[in-house]
């Protein structure tokens, strides 16, 4: 079924991730191939150009901390694979790391057009920097967009991965700057009689009844 000149309506956090077909620089790829990974889809405005590249060379330097959380970095912009293949030979040059996860080649912007990539105030063809963290049941689980002039940061991206397969492991949320290793916030007391077993709970660290951490078990 042909999606030209179709709309989209923009994805939104705990919607099903759109599935996708599109070549790339790994061969002909489905969203629905990685089921059972995270997956971090990720668009940049265009091959060759300054901004991108660092955050490229980055993720391939981090690229073992991606696959030690279980995640699949995914790349797309609407550039052929023939671009993509000699910026990424390019980058390994420049930066000394080669280019471990697929760049989607989006020349008709399917992909960008389902996911909501192509904001016409900053751009109508290029797409921004966006980010969906997509979880191994295919649902989007967290968005983040970056104007064209910002590159993103390799530690926030690690780390809500990190904080949304704690929050499913453990049925808790993270607080403001969490980190691995560090207090996890738990739900708030939905009785009188919750708040006051969770007032009295001294193995908890209550700053009010309503505002409880502890330490994760390892």
Known sequence: MSTEGASFPMPRINDPAPEFEAKSTHGLIRLSDYKGKWVMLFSHPADFTPVCSTEFMAFAQRYPEFQALNVQPIGVSIDSVFSHIAWARSMEETGGAKIPFPILADLDMKVAQKFGMIHPGASDTAPVRAVFFIDPKQVIRAILYYPQSTGRSVDELLRVFEALQATDAHGVSTPADWKRGGNVVLPPPQTQADADKRVAD????????????????K
Do not use: C, G, H, I
């Open 202 to 217: 001294k193995s908890l660290n209550v700053r009010q009844w309503y505002l409880a951490e502890k330490k994760l078990e």
